[in-house]
């Protein structure tokens, strides 16, 4: 099988506007969810970098869409995250929109990685973000993440309410625990990014 190595990812954009974006050939895989829930630093384990993408503690802190290369035409793309309360209204919805428009544009887009809170899994956006993939045809695989913050026992009821969700009962989706702190799911998440490049790349 084709293995990918994350080590070597460089920044490579920022992108605004979905509109005038004409990147459409090579292969994506983007990350998704809730502001707050630990997407870059999902980033920053998985290339073993500390700060190549953004972090903090005030959500909303990633505001554009971020494109990292982890080889040439093959990228890892930082999704501003939805649903933060505390940004104006308008800026809320650009993000929103922003990431909805995203999904049904662009082409090259091979997988999801969707982080949720593992304290606050299947919220209100999550669901649209689900049925948005599955109407696109596009395999998620979601990350119950911070599990850190839970009991093992706490962990694994999580884990089974959430595959039990009937949302989740997709060939296209699946679900596993992550925790950036202690590398939980990380080996998981390098197989299913390995998997989603192998089965697309033309070699
Ligand atoms: N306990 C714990 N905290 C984490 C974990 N991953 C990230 N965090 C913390 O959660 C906060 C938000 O992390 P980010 O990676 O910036 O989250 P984000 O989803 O990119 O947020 P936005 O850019 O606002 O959408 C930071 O304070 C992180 O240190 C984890 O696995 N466990
Ligand atoms: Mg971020």
Redesign the pocket.
Known sequence: MYIQNYHNTIFLKSIANIKKEKYRHGLEIAII?Y???????IINVLTHQKKLAK???T????QLINVFEVVPKIRLIDL??YG?ARVPKNVKLNFQNMVFKYLKVQKCLIGLIM?MDIRHPIKHFDKVVINLAKLYNIPILVLL??A??LSHLKQQKQLCFVRNNELMLSNNIRVELF???NKIGLIDLKHQLNYWIYKNINF
């Open positions: 969810g502001s707050n829930s630990g997407k870059s630093t972090v903090s503690k959500p909303g802190r990633t501003p995250g933060y982080s993440n911070k850190d913050k925790s950036s702190f």
